[in-house]
């Protein structure tokens, strides 16, 4: 369908995101990674282009939420590839049209779900072969505690910046996280973030 003339939209906010299945990248199978890329980025990348011209006609703006862990990736499966490729649909996606790019930190919501993600590790965990059950050992499914950030205003108050403001910027950083510990880690050298990530993370049972 052709867009109507007089069809504007000032404003596309993209925000949907799940990250289940999610779990150390060789627990997981190609429609694992494909079950949450499909939503994060291809979805985003989807209803972006069918709503374009209307945003472009209107001189509008584009949010997309992606997230620090499209600036740093800890963790397996699909949730920090979509980030990333948010981040980058985004940029190029700058030539004519003002694109904002929101970098929430951990906040509480049910992405970050204590329970979900419990349940989520045990069920890929019982489908593993034993030999990597022996690599990881029992130990590495123990529940991590997580400090959740609960206000989602931080968030909400930089999609309405990125919406309303005369001069949007071009990223957006939410949370007490996002600005202290995430972003400035994405500035520093690969191997030393891989050292800071790998003394955080849990350890396997058998060291490769």
Same mark, same amino acid.
């Given at each position: 369908?052709?867009?109507?003339?007089?069809?504007?939209?000032?404003?596309?906010?993209?925000?949907?995101? $799940?990250?289940?299945? #999610?779990?150390?990248?060789?627990?997981?199978?190609?429609?694992?990674?494909?079950?949450?890329?499909?939503?994060?980025?291809?979805?985003?990348?989807?209803?972006?282009?069918?709503?374009?011209?209307?945003?472009?006609?209107?001189?509008?703006?584009?949010?997309?939420?992606?997230?620090?862990?499209? !600036?740093?990736?800890?963790?397996?499966?699909?949730?920090?590839? /979509? =980030?990333?490729?948010?981040?980058?649909?985004?940029? @190029?996606? !700058?030539?004519?049209?003002?694109?904002?790019?929101?970098?929430?930190?951990?906040? =509480? #919501?049910?992405?970050?779900?204590?329970?979900?993600?419990?349940?989520?590790?045990?069920?890929?965990?019982?489908?593993?072969?034993?030999?990597?059950?022996?690599?990881?050992? +029992?130990?590495?499914?123990?529940?991590?505690?997580?400090?959740?950030?609960?206000?989602? !205003?931080?968030?909400?108050?930089?999609? +309405?910046?990125?919406?309303?403001?005369?001069?949007?910027?071009?990223?957006? /950083?939410?949370?007490?996280?996002?600005?202290? $510990?995430?972003?400035?880690?994405?500035?520093?050298? @690969?191997?030393?973030?891989?050292?800071?990530?790998?003394?955080? /993370?849990?350890?396997?049972?058998?060291?490769?």
């Amino acid at each position: 369908r052709s867009v109507k003339e007089n069809s504007r939209l000032w404003g596309l906010v993209n925000n949907a995101g $799940i990250a289940i299945p #999610t779990a150390p990248n060789e627990w997981l199978t190609k429609d694992d990674f494909v079950k949450v890329l499909d939503v994060n980025l291809v979805g985003l990348v989807e209803v972006t282009l069918s709503l374009l011209p209307l945003v472009r006609q209107a001189r509008g703006r584009v949010v997309n939420v992606a997230s620090v862990m499209g !600036r740093v990736s800890f963790f397996g499966g699909g949730y920090c590839l /979509s =980030k990333y490729g948010v981040e980058a649909f985004s940029d @190029s996606l !700058r030539f004519g049209v003002k694109v904002s790019v929101i970098e929430p930190g951990y906040f =509480k #919501t049910m992405i970050t779900n204590a329970e979900l993600l419990e349940n989520n590790f045990v069920s890929i965990w019982e489908k593993l072969p034993e030999e990597i059950k022996a690599s990881y050992g +029992e130990n590495y499914l123990k529940k991590m505690q997580k400090r959740y950030n609960s206000n989602l !205003r931080l968030v909400t108050d930089c999609m +309405e910046h990125a919406l309303t403001s005369r001069y949007p910027r071009t990223r957006y /950083s939410a949370g007490w996280d996002a600005k202290l $510990i995430y972003i400035p880690l994405s500035y520093l050298p @690969s191997a030393l973030t891989d050292v800071i990530f790998t003394w955080l /993370s849990p350890k396997p049972a058998q060291k490769a």
